[in-house]
């Protein structure tokens, strides 16, 4: 009778041994994964818009999260200006103005932007970010351009781009030049200091007014951050095209620092 009540304590402590190292196992794994999750870039997209609006920003917010999950960085989508502030700004390291139009900020919260790119947050502009804060000289510098126009009747028109960058990594899988659909933006007020990695050739449609160096895509360091931007994304469909969207990866990485 004692050999019996002595094997069942024996088996019992073996039992809860393994329990305790089953358990041990699956804290340390969640703990991991909680690791993991956490170390996970965090982009912010804003899309508040106070002028027009493109239909298009529906389809761009679902395809960065796309492109978010096929390249490990979460994407969280706001049209909320109240957002702008140093406790919620600091939790991303990259912030996307898609397609916002006009005034969007208020002073407050531009000082609040200012201060995140100058401790080294990211910002990345799609098509109509650069008609956004005409009256904030700061972010005229940091998109890099402002809207100047667009050839009208249609809007939308097939171009041609001359890739004059392609160690970029938003170019590197384009050819010299890159026929597409899209609204070609005019630019004024354009930073000397951007890196231009894409001109569109004013030869291949009608309405451009920038000349033989008109850029539509560009990068640079600025204030203490980085800086992308491209000029596509007008239109649903160009969020749908396979080279665009290795674009818009690129450009991602560049201001994710990968």
């Known amino acids: ?29 969640e703990n991991q994964a909680m690791e993991v999750k956490q170390k996970v870039d965090q982009v912010l997209v804003f899309t508040k818009t106070a002028g027009w609006r493109h239909k298009s920003i529906e389809k761009g917010v679902e395809t960065l999260k ?40 208020d002073e407050k919260q531009q000082g609040v932007f200012e201060k995140y790119i ?9 098509h109509a970010a650069c008609d956004t804060e005409y009256e904030w ?13 667009h050839p009208n009747n249609p809007n939308v028109r097939d171009a041609v781009i001359n890739v004059v960058d392609k160690k970029h990594p938003a170019t590197m899988h384009l050819n010299d030049t890159w026929a597409r659909t899209d609204e070609w933006y005019n630019y004024k007020e354009i ?25 539509i895509a560009w990068y640079h360091e600025f204030d203490g951050g980085r800086s992308f931007y491209t000029g ?20 991602l990485l560049y201001c994710l620092r990968r």
Not at 137 to 149: I, S, T
Not at 191 to 215: A, C, F, K, Q, R
Request: some cysteine; charged content about 20%.
């Open 66 to 105: 796309e492109l978010g999950a096929e390249n490990s960085f979460q994407v969280f989508q706001t049209e909320d200006s109240l957002d702008f502030n140093s406790t919620n700004l600091n939790k991303y390291k990259l912030v996307v103005f898609l397609n916002t139009t006009l005034n969007i900020l």
């Open 1 to 29: 009778m004692k050999f019996i009540v002595n094997s069942v304590f024996v088996i019992s402590c073996a039992l809860l041994f393994v329990a305790c190292g089953t358990t041990k196992k699956k804290n340390q794994e």
């Open 118 to 126: 100058q401790s080294g947050g990211s910002f990345m502009g799609i």
């Open 137 to 149: 000289p700061w972010f005229g510098k940091l998109v890099g351009a402002y809207f100047n126009g």
């Open 232 to 251: 596509g994304g007008h239109t649903k469909e160009t969020f749908d095209e396979p080279d665009f969207r290795k674009h818009l990866v690129g450009g």
């Open 191 to 215: 930073n000397p200091d951007i890196h231009v990695i894409m001109e569109l050739d004013e030869n291949s449609y009608e309405g451009g007014t920038n000349g033989d160096n008109h850029p």
